[in-house]
């Protein structure tokens, strides 16, 4: 049968105590049909109102929308017997209707916010579940992975995808969930309608400001996490290392929220105590309420146990006895392009894949691969057109700071001239000035293979910023790309097997 629902049901009050049957609900007028809830949002592009004419045309029974939108529709509004509900904060409203409309959830759903390692935590986080018998999936950049898998477009989908889905996992058996919080999705209340176990910090750098514009206005987009999104009930899982860290969890405090520290601070309640790396990965000493545990982890890089103490603290927050959790580290795995092992040269020099795109990633994956590269460290770096172009020069400046050698290239370019996109990133890297030798391969399958190319015995190359990306969009095109295939194909070709 039709899936149908009275207003009053979800929550809903329209102007004049209106009622109206929904059949459905969406946020894009072309997706409007006979019973169909619009939600008209305020965009960035366009106030979504423009289009409610056309929505009520195709048969809309209610229109969700803030005043300046019930002014621009005014006309059509009057001329309609549809439903209209005005929200101060209309996508706010759709949220908590969204997750009326879909019904119930997995049971267990924690959040990861913070500029870089929200991926990589949630991914860990799914992994430690499924190694207690949890049936977990992550849900973010990478779509749904774990027992259950669908694709996504975006990191934190908007809220009637992102119901949706959850509605499918529960129907799925699935009963426990980690997400990853944007800040474009927390300042646009994608997830205000889910109900929060537990969220976790990583940490807070530069990103985005194309579209926060401040500092300020970012990082206050992502504590709406714990000042919104998290109850009063639920438990916070900080980062005390990170500059912010301290803060944020003075902010969870104050909102009466349970707070676990994680980190080498003295007040981390799940404390990294010591740490040695090898060739393969790390040793890792650290105690939980002062009791001392130890694990073996097959992965390159501090920040990756840094995100995987945060997973252990999420996974405890959400009910696992701490014991079994630190049990289940040393099955960890790589998370998919992130300082993943690409390919080995037959001199034993090593190709990493990581999605470094900020100029913080790019420094922190440099800095983690030193302790485990005795050579030259290569680094093949671009940035992202339409995106914050104030972190391209620092980009290229991390790189230069970090690397020996370093190869500008392409990363996906989108509306922009990519020939300017390098050289900012140029600049930044010329300026910085530390590296052996900096130069320009705009092709970045050619500049792959220059990298692949200059590696001794004892060497590592790093390519930065595409991770577990199939492709690379140029213009309006997605032109097929994946740099782990790229490496292992230029690794092949240089050693004479193809
Ligand atoms: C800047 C941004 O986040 N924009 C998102 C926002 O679009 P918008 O509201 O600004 O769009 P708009 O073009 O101004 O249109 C306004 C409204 O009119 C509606 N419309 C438009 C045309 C029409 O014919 N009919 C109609 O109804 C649109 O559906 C929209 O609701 O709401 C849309 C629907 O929910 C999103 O698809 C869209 O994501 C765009 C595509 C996007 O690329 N977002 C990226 C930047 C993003 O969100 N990234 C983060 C990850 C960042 C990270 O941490 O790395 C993410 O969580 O994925
Ligand atoms: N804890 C961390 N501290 C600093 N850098 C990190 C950390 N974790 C990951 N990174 C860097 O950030 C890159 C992206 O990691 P990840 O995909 O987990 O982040 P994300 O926050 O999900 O990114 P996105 O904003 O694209 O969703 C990694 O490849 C690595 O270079
Ligand atoms: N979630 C990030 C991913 C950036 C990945 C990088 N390859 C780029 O295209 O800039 C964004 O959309 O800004
Ligand atoms: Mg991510």
């Excluded at 020939?419 to 930044?428: F, K, L, N, T, Y």
């Amino acid at each position: 049968m039709a899936k149908s629902s009275s207003l009053a049901a979800l929550g809903l009050t329209a102007q004049g105590g209106r009622e109206a049957t929904i059949t459905d609900i969406t946020v894009d007028s072309r997706d409007a049909g006979q019973g169909t809830l619009f939600a008209a949002l305020p965009g960035s592009n366009v106030h979504g109102a423009s289009f409610i004419g056309k929505a009520l045309a195709a048969g809309a029974s209610a229109i969700l929308t803030d005043a300046e939108g019930a002014e621009i529709a005014a006309e059509d509004l009057a001329a309609s017997d549809a439903a209209l509900i005005v929200a101060q904060d209309p996508r706010q409203t759709l949220a908590q209707t969204a997750s009326l409309w879909f019904g119930a959830h997995p049971a267990t759903v924690v959040a990861v916010t913070g500029t870089n390692g929200k991926t990589s935590v949630s991914t860990f986080t799914r992994q430690i579940w499924e190694a207690l018998g949890i049936a977990g999936v992550n849900l973010g950049t990478t779509g749904v992975e774990g027992s259950w898998s669908h694709p996504l477009r975006h990191t934190t989908p908007e809220p009637i995808t992102l119901h949706r889905v959850l509605a499918e996992a529960s129907a799925n058996a699935i009963t426990h969930v980690a997400m990853e919080a944007s800040s474009h999705g927390l300042d646009q209340c994608r997830l205000d309608g889910v109900h929060l176990t537990a969220a976790g910090f990583t940490n807070f750098t530069q990103d985005h400001l194309d579209y926060h514009e401040t500092f300020d206005a970012y990082f206050d987009a992502k504590m709406g996490l714990f000042t919104r999104v998290l109850s009063p009930e639920g438990v916070a899982v900080v980062n005390l290392d990170d500059p912010k860290g301290k803060e944020v969890a003075k902010i969870c405090e104050e909102r009466g929220q349970e707070v676990i520290g994680v980190g080498a601070s003295e007040d981390a309640r799940l404390r990294l105590s010591a740490r040695r790396f090898d060739a393969t990965g790390q040793d890792l000493r650290f105690t939980w309420q002062g009791k001392p545990f130890q694990t073996r982890l097959d992965l390159m890089g501090g920040f990756q146990a840094d995100n995987v103490l945060l997973a252990a603290g999420l996974v405890i927050a959400a009910g696992a006895a701490p014991s079994d959790v630190f049990e289940t580290l040393d099955t960890l795995t790589t998370v998919r392009g992130r300082m993943e092992l690409a390919a080995t040269r037959d001199n034993g020099a090593a190709v990493f894949v990581d999605y470094a795109h900020t100029p913080d990633a790019v420094s922190t994956a440099l800095q983690a691969m030193r302790p485990h590269v005795m050579g030259k460290i290569v680094v093949i770096v671009g940035a992202g057109g339409d995106r914050d172009t104030t972190k391209r020069p620092l980009m290229g400046a991390a790189a230069a700071e970090h690397a020996d050698v370093v190869i500008i290239t392409d990363d996906n370019p989108r509306s922009e001239d990519p020939a300017a996109i390098r050289a900012a990133v140029m600049a930044g890297a010329v300026q910085a000035g530390e590296a052996d030798q900096i130069i320009e391969v705009g092709d970045r399958a050619e500049a792959i293979l220059r990298g692949i190319d200059m590696l001794e015995v004892g060497d590592a190359l790093l390519i930065a910023g595409k991770g577990h990306e199939s492709g690379q969009i140029v213009g309006d095109s997605v032109l097929p790309f994946d740099d782990v295939e790229q490496a292992s194909v230029a690794v092949a070709a240089l050693e004479g097997r193809i």
